[in-house]
């Protein structure tokens, strides 16, 4: 008989060559010192890889009502809200989120992850077809393989490619979804929403904006790049996540649809998992009020990402995206090369993402950095430092070579 | 093969090479995925540009049951109809 894990020896394989290179993956971090600081191999450690965008994660009054609600509700709910009930603080982070929106419905899912397999799951079906992003999230793929729709795969960001799949399509009896991201996670740019509302307008669809990375980050009120953009009111469904600006765990959608909760009952991973704990919906909550009582935070995050963005640039290094944006990714060579670079920037005291295919778009190499509000210029100006060292030296000798 | 599979074949050939980075030689009973050793993400980036070159919809749910060179003739051939 096979062995069924036979098949992840390409896997082992290529886990073998990461800690060849010296390290893991995903390394421990030993302690917390702060939003932007971790213990990490017993070295005091920036961290510029967290998505920790909003540097809530230490806020004292996220913390005590955490500590409130795990004293007032114990430690978990044991259950899913359909088998359970729920409790008053599900509804309460709910309504705070559907307010900090301006939206009239909004439901809470266990993980981000699980937001986007619910909400994709939960809207269309086997007669519907879901016309998505080349580049989208893993769990937008896996919760359009979960509804059962007919998917249709367009090129990243262009409005156009997308007008044309939907003329060659025409009407399939279903209905069409159109997802789209606020920010993409690996290159740090954002969906051009206005081209596609124009698209929209033509065809007819129905648009969900994942506004993972984007929530709490863009717009004059914080709700994402519909809101940067505007159009806010053309995003027929929302999805975001706890898990980045907000310092928590979970995950929403949101709509001003009047059959929106239905959604609840259309939607396995809302039915079938417990909902989320007492001290993540009450951090969530107590977040989602910062994010609205402190607009700065953002104003501190456009000026640190544009400082690290130009930083970067300054030292000839090429970037995911032209665009200033809090994910700000450093193109490398190869894999063996970005993997020892990735290495000697975490041992020098800087904490950033490797990503490489098939996670990335176009097979890229990436160092991808997230910054924070919570950053100092001088943790910044560390970064752009470490970057030129270690970075900037190895990718002018690999070029010359 | 008929003539019209031949054609099909020497199109998607033509389409598959910037993504058979080990120059593995293209035969009907190729596993595409496997025998090029090629990602996911790799493998719907080509089937893209089968959908741009032949002017069609081959949606992803499609691909699970595609694996081989002759599976992706008869996905064209079939769209082809519709």
Same mark, same amino acid.
């Given at each position: 008989?096979?062995?069924?894990?036979?098949?992840?020896k390409a896997?082992? !394989?290529?886990?073998?060559?990461v800690a060849?290179?010296?390290?893991?993956?995903?390394p421990?971090?030993e302690?917390?010192?702060s939003?932007?600081?971790?213990i990490?191999?017993g070295?005091?450690?920036i961290?510029?890889g967290?998505?920790?965008?909003?540097?809530?994660?230490?806020?004292?009054?996220?913390?005590e009502?955490?500590?409130?609600?795990l004293?007032?509700?114990?430690?978990?709910t044991?259950?899913?809200?359909?088998?359970?009930g729920?409790?008053?603080?599900?509804?309460?982070?709910?309504?705070?989120?559907?307010?900090?929106?301006?939206?009239?419905?909004?439901?809470?899912f266990?993980?981000g992850?699980?937001a986007?397999?619910?909400?994709?799951?939960?809207?269309?079906g086997?007669k !519907?077809?879901?016309?998505?992003?080349?580049?989208?999230?893993?769990?937008?793929?896996?919760?359009c393989t979960?509804s $059962?729709a007919?998917?249709v795969?367009?090129?990243?960001?262009?409005a156009? !490619?997308?007008?044309?799949?939907l003329?060659?399509?025409?009407?399939t009896?279903?209905?069409?979804?159109v997802?789209?991201? $606020?920010?993409?996670?690996m290159?740090g740019?954002?969906?051009?929403?206005?081209?596609?509302? *124009?698209?929209?307008?033509?065809?007819?669809?129905q648009?969900?904006?994942?506004?993972?990375h984007?929530?709490?980050?863009?717009?004059?009120?914080g709700c994402?790049?519909a809101?940067e953009a505007?159009?806010?009111?053309?995003a027929?469904f929302?999805?975001g996540?706890?898990?980045?600006?907000?310092?928590?765990?979970g995950?929403?959608?949101?709509s001003?649809?009047?059959?929106?909760?239905?959604?609840?009952y259309?939607?396995?991973?809302?039915?079938f998992?417990a909902s989320?704990?007492p001290?993540?919906?009450?951090?969530?909550t107590a977040a989602?009020k910062?994010l609205?009582? *402190?607009?700065d935070?953002?104003d501190r995050?456009?000026?640190?990402?544009a400082?690290?963005?130009h930083g970067?640039?300054?030292?000839?290094l090429?970037?995911g995206?032209?665009?200033v944006? %809090?994910?700000i990714?450093v193109?490398?060579? !190869?894999?063996?090369s970005?993997l020892v670079?990735?290495n000697e920037?975490l041992?020098?005291g800087?904490?950033v993402?490797?990503?490489l %295919?098939?996670?990335?778009p176009?097979?890229?190499c990436l160092?991808?950095c997230?910054v924070s509000?919570?950053?100092?210029?001088a943790?910044?100006d560390?970064i752009?430092?470490?970057?030129?060292?270690?970075?900037a030296?190895?990718q002018?000798?690999?070029?010359?070579? | 093969?008929?003539d019209?599979e031949?054609e099909?074949?020497?199109?998607l050939?033509?389409?598959?090479?910037?993504?058979?980075?080990?120059?593995?030689?293209l035969?009907?009973q190729?596993?595409i995925?496997?025998d090029?050793a090629?990602?996911?993400?790799?493998v719907m980036?080509?089937?893209?540009?089968v959908?741009?070159?032949?002017?069609m919809?081959?949606?992803l749910?499609?691909?699970?049951?595609?694996h081989?060179?002759?599976d992706m003739?008869s996905?064209v051939?079939?769209?082809k109809?519709?």
């Open positions: 008989m096979v062995d069924l894990l036979d098949k992840n896997l082992l !394989d290529r886990m073998q060559r060849e290179a010296g390290s893991r993956v995903g421990v971090n302690k917390l010192l939003p932007t600081r971790a990490i191999d070295r005091d450690t961290l510029a967290t998505n920790n965008y909003m540097g809530v994660t230490f806020e004292a009054s996220c913390i009502a955490g500590q409130q609600a004293a007032e509700y114990g430690t978990g044991t259950g899913s809200r359909i088998a359970n729920s409790y008053a603080i599900h509804e309460e982070l709910e309504q705070e989120l559907a307010g900090f929106l301006g939206m009239k419905h909004c439901i809470v266990s993980t992850y699980q986007n397999l619910g909400m994709m799951a939960g809207l269309a086997p !519907d077809t879901i016309f998505l992003d080349a580049d989208s999230h893993s769990s937008i793929y896996d919760g979960l $059962g007919q998917l795969r367009f090129r990243h960001n262009d156009a !490619d997308l007008d044309k799949r003329t060659r399509m025409g009407d009896g279903g209905g069409h979804l997802v789209l991201e $606020g920010i993409y996670s290159l740019d954002r969906a051009p929403l206005a081209d596609f509302v *124009e698209v929209k307008k033509k065809h007819g669809f648009l969900l904006v994942d506004e993972a984007s929530f709490g980050v863009l717009g004059p009120n994402g790049l809101d505007g159009l806010m009111h053309e027929d929302v999805v996540t706890f898990s980045k600006s907000i310092g928590a765990i995950g929403f959608g949101a001003n649809h009047p059959m929106f909760e239905t959604v609840r259309s939607s396995k991973p809302y039915m998992t989320p704990s001290a993540s919906v009450a951090t969530a989602i910062v609205a009582r *402190e607009p935070r953002r995050l456009q000026s640190n990402s400082r690290l963005f970067l640039r300054g030292l000839g090429e970037l995206c032209n665009e944006s %809090p994910v990714a193109k490398c060579a !190869d894999e063996p970005t670079m990735w920037l041992a020098a800087v904490y993402n490797i990503a %295919p098939p996670g990335t176009g097979k890229l160092l991808r997230s509000a919570a950053h100092t210029e943790e910044i560390r752009i430092e470490l970057f030129a060292t270690v970075v030296g190895n002018l000798a690999a070029a010359s070579a | 093969m008929t019209d031949q099909i074949f020497d199109k050939s033509e389409l598959l090479q910037p993504f058979n980075e080990k120059q593995v030689e035969k009907p190729t596993e995925a496997v090029l090629i990602d996911s993400v790799s980036d080509f089937v893209m540009e959908e741009d070159h032949f002017d919809d081959i949606p749910n499609v691909l699970s049951d595609t081989t060179m002759k003739i996905v051939q079939a769209r109809k519709t």
